[in-house]
Antibody, heavy 116, light 113 residues
Framework: EVQLVETGGDLIKPGGSLRLSCEVS????????MSWVRQAPGRALEWVSV???????SYADSVKGRFTISRDGSKNTVYLQMDSLRAEDTAVYYC??????????WGQGTLVTVSS | DIVMTQSPLSLPVTLGQPASISCTSS???????????LNWFQQRPGQSPRRLIY???NRDSGVPDRFSGSGSGTDFTLKISRVEAEDLGVYYC??????????FGQGTTLEIK
């Protein structure tokens, strides 16, 4: 059975840093593309970042230079390091498997709140 | 980035009646490989998104056959033949053709009359 479990969300002050984790079971992260998607309160879904099986990464313009996606194959886990956080980064963050132009498996999400 | 526009944004429906959601993209979603990577997701209240449809019209395993997807180019539709109470929630279209910059529609809230 496929499971993705995100952790690491918290209340953090503007300018702070946070690292989210997405632990996967049921498939191997190192041989799959993995994406992060976020959803601000009451808002639509927004793609944030992807890491491909070669380790190449891409980011939405809104987070480029502040967020870093990575993975640890030994832990079958994907990470999202978030620096210089802003109020507008407040959202539920989901990880998902990125497969052939789609996002087929999703986690339950973790809430990040950026507020002073 | 490709802009995905859904309509309506709110859809009150009567149980047992059909429902239809439209999604229009700002550019063609036909990929150079010939496929069209248009997806539909359902997000029930308090839950994470769940994929219903991929590549325009392919239903995911476990998705009831009352859900169907159609369309081509820039215009796509999700139809529910007979709405059931468990269908309430928000529906999103998402383009995957112009990877990696996936973009979603604004969401359509399906509510029961």
């Amino acid at each position: 059975e496929v499971q993705l479990v995100e952790t690491g969300g918290d209340l953090i002050k503007p300018g702070g840093s946070l690292r989210l984790s997405c632990e996967v079971s049921g498939f191997t992260v190192s041989t799959n593309y993995m994406s992060w998607v976020r959803q601000a309160p009451g808002r639509a879904l927004e793609w944030v970042s992807v890491i491909d099986y070669g380790g190449s990464t891409s980011y939405a313009d809104s987070v480029k230079g502040r967020f870093t996606i990575s993975r640890d194959g030994s832990k079958n886990t994907v990470y999202l390091q978030m620096d210089s956080l802003r109020a507008e980064d407040t959202a539920v963050y989901y990880c998902a498997r990125d497969h052939w132009g789609s996002l087929d498996f999703w986690g339950q999400g973790t809430l990040v709140t950026v507020s002073s | 980035d490709i802009v995905m526009t859904q309509s309506p944004l709110s859809l009150p429906v009567t149980l047992g009646q059909p429902a239809s959601i439209s999604c229009t993209s700002s550019q063609s979603l036909v990929h150079s490989d010939g496929n069209t990577y248009l997806n539909w997701f359902q997000q029930r209240p308090g839950q994470s998104p769940r994929r219903l449809i991929y590549r325009v019209s392919n239903r995911d395993s476990g998705v009831p056959d009352r859900f169907s997807g159609s369309g081509s180019g820039t215009d796509f539709t999700l139809k529910i033949s007979r709405v059931e109470a468990e269908d309430l929630g928000v529906y999103y279209c998402m383009q995957g053709t112009h990877w990696p910059r996936y973009t979603f529609g604004q969401g359509t809230t399906l509510e029961i009359k």
